[in-house]
């Protein structure tokens, strides 16, 4: 402990944003330890709207409670936020935990924090962050399924871990637990201590009660995929305190400086929303609006007056949507909350922005975390100017559409041009790109939530 002491106090030297605090007992000695670092703490004016703590790995050599605070940036990859070690799992020393988290932050708290389940974790956040909406995480509950009930259930357990997937993704609170009492029933697992503490916990859990709750696609296998990369970057068996914490720290840094090449998908719509969306949004928040946007398009709307619309598949897959729309302050609302679950605007409202005429989406619809101009990492597509892009468009689709009409006179001609356009093509994507400038995260830049 003491070699960590002191490695934080050479990091706070080079680091002016580095912080850290600890703990002691009667005697002097450590008991808790909690540190971030300066990229991490001016990332978190951006992207601190949601915030995982994960707290399912243990300090192998002593141990402690190894706790690790990740964000999720703009490219939908978790960075690290903080990191925390703790003598045990009591309200009390997760209590202090989030305190000395907050502190580092300034005070600022999260929309909304996803954790594992746990009654000491959940009470210390009740108390310490009491306006953030509190989430544990769905892949850790179906995690622990096969050592709550595999030997309980046997041969039954395949045929009932399916139907509790199915159970987690209803949208409706009602329709959740009415399945949940014929679940439980149909298996005889009534009086079973982990389906007690799950439905005591539901308020937290599955997606009819937290559907409303902003979670920045956290729940996604990419983003749990980039943590445990993480974890497994920083967890050695044989490690000292003092070399975890210099594990952590260059995982960290290799996390904020690396310039990954981020692509955009090709453009699928030819709709101007799409062209729109690709100069404002960052390549991963591109690329999940504009599935929404393909999708719409197998949307049909019946008008219910007063703004309002229904929106069903053509072959009816789901159940309908209600959209809202207010023209006056461009607004749009639909009942499967999905913008205000992610961020990012579902094929419902999409297909009513699009029966509206629309050719920008509105701006309020592009939160600051998903923009482009917010990344910590680089991009490897220079996005021009929105006049600059809408020109070039223009000139492209005229040009490809004369190519096209003139390649279908003779095989010959259309042999010719695909040939050419082939070469073309490996060519350009041979061709080297422009680098985006990152989002400025330096000290005086820091905005205050």
Same mark, same amino acid.
Request: hydrophobic share 40%; charged share 20%; with cysteine.
């Given at each position: ?27 002097? !000695? ?18 601190? %709207? ?26 939908? !990859? ?7 070690? =703790? ?25 909304? @924090? ?10 210390? &956040? ?13 892949? /850790? ?17 395949? +045929? ?12 409706? &609170?009602? %329709? ?5 009492? /014929? ?10 201590? /982990? ?32 943590? %445990?990369?993480?974890?497994?970057? @920083? ?6 305190? !003092? ?30 929303? +799409? ?5 404002? =949004? ?10 929404? =946007?393909? =999708? ?66 509105? +701006? ?29 468009? +223009? ?22 041009? /695909? ?31």
């Amino acid at each position: 402990m003491l070699a960590l002491l002191e490695a934080c106090r050479e990091t706070a030297q080079r680091d002016d944003g580095f912080a850290y605090n600890y703990t002691t007992d009667e005697s002097g !000695k450590v008991e808790n330890f909690s540190w971030a670092y300066g990229d991490s703490i001016r990332a978190f004016s951006v992207f601190g %709207d949601v915030v995982t703590f994960e707290t399912t790995y243990r300090s192998i050599t002593y141990n402690m409670l190894l706790g690790v605070w990740f964000g999720i940036d703009n490219q939908g !990859k978790a960075f690290l936020l903080g990191c925390v070690l =703790l003598q045990d799992e009591t309200s009390q020393s997760f209590s202090w935990a989030l305190q000395a988290f907050i502190r580092f932050l300034r005070g600022n708290h999260p929309q909304t @924090i996803v954790t594992d389940i746990d009654s000491g974790l959940r009470d210390a &956040i009740a108390t310490e962050l009491p306006n953030s909406k509190h989430v544990i995480c769905i892949w /850790h509950v179906l995690s622990k399924l096969s050592s709550w009930f595999s030997q309980t259930l046997g041969l039954q357990y395949s +045929e009932f871990k399916t139907e509790f997937e199915l159970l987690c993704h209803l949208e409706n &609170i009602e %329709d959740f637990e009415n399945q949940w009492n /014929h679940l439980v029933g149909r298996f005889g697992i009534e009086s079973d201590k /982990h389906v007690a503490l799950l439905f005591s916990y539901r308020s937290s859990w599955p997606v009819a009660y937290i559907r409303g709750y902003f979670l920045a696609r956290t729940m996604t296998v990419d983003y749990m995929k980039s943590m %445990d990369k993480f974890m497994k970057a @920083i967890l050695n068996p044989h490690s000292s305190f !003092k070399n975890f914490f210099e594990q952590v720290s260059e995982a960290a840094n290799i996390a904020f400086q690396k310039k990954e090449k981020l692509s955009y998908s090709p453009m699928k719509t030819c709709l101007p929303l +799409e062209e729109h969306a690709r100069s404002v =949004l960052s390549p991963y928040a591109f690329n999940a609006l504009q599935q929404e =946007l393909v =999708l719409c398009m197998q949307y049909a709307t019946t008008d219910m007056a007063n703004g309002s619309y229904l929106v069903r598949h053509y072959n009816k897959l789901e159940g309908e949507c209600l959209v809202i729309w207010i023209p006056d302050n461009e607004q749009v609302h639909c009942s499967c909350k999905e913008y205000e679950h992610s961020g990012i605007l579902c094929r419902h409202s999409l297909r009513v922005l699009v029966l509206k005429n629309y050719f920008q989406i509105p +701006e309020k619809y592009f939160p600051l975390r998903w923009r482009l101009d917010s990344s910590l990492v680089l991009s490897d597509v220079h996005v021009m100017p929105q006049e600059s892009n809408d020109e070039c468009c +223009e000139a492209f689709n005229s040009l490809t559409s004369a190519l096209y009409s003139e390649s279908l006179m003779s095989k010959d001609r259309f042999g010719y041009v /695909h040939k050419e356009l082939t070469q073309i093509l490996e060519i350009v994507r041979n061709m080297p790109v422009f680098d985006e400038v990152t989002l400025d995260l330096g000290p005086n830049n820091v905005t205050e939530l």
